[in-house]
């Protein structure tokens, strides 16, 4: 069990429970508490003087992950871009006027994949491409410009899945870099450890390199809170495998979720077999909200017993499914998933599964709505 933080003991508030710091204040704290909030707001104006430092100079509640993951509440996942093997191979090219339309939407965070492993050396130190790195603090920069919250994630390191040993210094060499390179960002700014391991990179072992990567970042960046999913592809199946370590308290659980799968990946080509399955509807029945209840209902179990706040980093439904069944599911996966207290990201804006066109720059109405009613 994750120790609630000092501020909301003081202030009587409960891990996962939303922060109303006027009432709570007015009507709940007491003179003993008081004093303690005074006592940790003056050690921790001490202990952060005025100098440039890391994050942890900032607001010490926006280093709680239940009040950070409201940030995450309505986010966007821009895939296809910089988790290409090189930007617009995969027919995405992010340019600024498309983090205009995501905040003008309503959406609050961007998630931004990123195959950080194919622009790094291969071999030791493992540098990171200078104009890559200066490419992803762009995308940082342009987020932060319409307020949206940016999720640095480590995706599509496909190496790693198959060689983990081999793999394992660079992937932490890696990360010290961007951990280096983004200490100072503002406290709305998230690291996501890695995208969906699988194969080789067993639940056993993702234990054990997440432990490392944990430490990693840590020696460098104390306060950006981290993201962590499950191995097996980032599903639900591996949550009790999942091992975070005790002292690492300034985490988001994350999962996936693309349930029914023969609905939502309908004629996906990577996917074998999966031109069968087209025309594979989804209409709300009693049963088939069910079934998004109960495997929502054991996420939100497991991370109450975990103490961890919630992340639906993807969910989406592939543009060949029927557009009036995408729109219904995507709704009611999203409503189920704040219902539970998740803050969600939609997979993804602008391609296979876009809520967006890029061809005609406007949003699918059917989606949107869907997304941000």
Sequence with gaps: MRRRSPYRWALGIENGEKMNLKSKFFNQI????????????????????????PAEN??????????RNELLGRTMNLGNALEAPAEGEWGVTLHSHYFDSIA????????????????????????????????????????????????????HYVEIFSEPEAHRKRFLEIWKQIATVFQYGDTALFYEVLNEPHDN????????????????????????????????????????????????????FTFHYYEPFQFTHQGAGWNEGSEAWLGTTWSGTPQQQQNIIADLSQVKNWAAQQNLPVFLGEFGAY?????????LWTQYVRHTAESMNMSWAYWEFCSGFGAYNANTESWRPQLLQALIP
């Design 30 to 53: 007491s003179p003993v508490k008081i004093l303690c909030l005074l006592i940790m707001t003056l050690f921790w104006a001490a202990a952060c003087p005025d100098e440039k430092k």
């Design 319 to 327: 543009h060949r499914a029927p557009m009036e069944s995408r729109a």
């Design 104 to 155: 003008a939407a309503g959406f609050t965070a961007v998630r931004v994949p990123i195959r950080w492993s194919a622009h790094a050396l291969p071999v030791a130190p493992h540098t990171i491409e200078p104009s890559f790195l200066t490419r992803v603090q762009w995308v940082v920069a342009q987020s932060e410009r319409v307020g949206l919250a940016p999720i640095i994630d480590f995706h």
């Design 201 to 252: 990179l067993t639940a056993e072992l993702w234990n054990e390199l997440l432990a490392e990567a944990i430490d990693t970042i840590r020696a460098i960046d104390s306060v950006h809170t981290l993201i962590i999913g499950t191995a097996e592809w980032g599903g639900i199946a591996a949550m009790n495998k999942l091992k975070i370590p005790d002292d690492e308290d300034n985490i988001i």
């Design 58 to 67: 900032k607001q010490f509640l926006e280093a709680d992950p239940f009040a």
